[in-house]
């Protein structure tokens, strides 16, 4: 595994970006293909449809995305994630302090979208905030409950592709520093 500071063998192409919800992964992503050239493409763009419901072409969606040369997604999904990471060249896994960090992060953006009523994917919208306590399924309660996954999947995966670069980033600064050294080359 690499860190923020260890150089790459190569100029990445088709990038996936790890990490527990609310801890940056699109924004990262963003920033990455801005970086690589690649287009990003939000893999919950792919996967929601109307009233959170799966689309039923999400996988084809994700086939056709990584067919391109160059690509930059989050690497979520149990489906689409073998497919993701057979066809990727490194993922960067964004592991900050859930606490401190990524729990604020996430019910910042959680209020703000569902206070202003943003328009996410397909017409979707945030769910009240009360839902926290009914839904199981809400990300905040999502998040606190699967913020652990990431330490056994990402080692998992290392062994399954070794061909896949794999960077973890601790802190804000590692990975600014990584998108200023290693990635910018």
């Known amino acids: 595994m690499h860190s923020h500071s260890d150089p790459l063998p190569h100029s990445p192409k088709r990038v996936l970006v790890a990490g527990v919800s609310g801890v940056g992964k699109t924004t990262l992503a963003c920033r990455i293909a801005a970086i690589?050239?690649?287009p990003h493409t939000e893999i919950d763009a792919l996967f929601h449809g109307p009233e959170w419901r799966p689309r039923p072409e999400f996988l084809a969606g994700v086939r056709s995305l990584v067919l391109a040369d160059s690509w930059t997604t989050e690497w979520q999904y149990d489906a689409a994630r073998p497919l993701l990471a057979e066809t990727a060249d490194?993922?960067?896994w964004l592991d900050l302090p859930f606490v401190s960090v990524t729990l604020p992060r996430l019910l910042r953006r959680t209020i703000g979208r569902r206070q202003s009523r943003e328009e996410l994917w397909n017409g979707n919208i945030e769910a009240p905030l009360w839902t926290f306590l009914t839904d199981r399924e809400h990300i905040v309660r999502w998040a606190i409950r699967?913020?652990?996954?990431?330490k056994a999947a990402v080692p998992r995966l290392i062994h399954e592709?070794?061909?896949?670069?794999?960077?973890?980033?601790?802190s804000q600064q590692e990975a600014e520093e990584w998108l200023s050294g290693p990635l910018s080359g």
């Open 90 to 92: 490194t993922l960067v």
């Open 36 to 38: 690589t050239g690649g």
């Open 161 to 170: 592709y070794p061909h896949l670069i794999v960077v973890r980033l601790r």
């Open 146 to 150: 699967s913020r652990k996954n990431y």
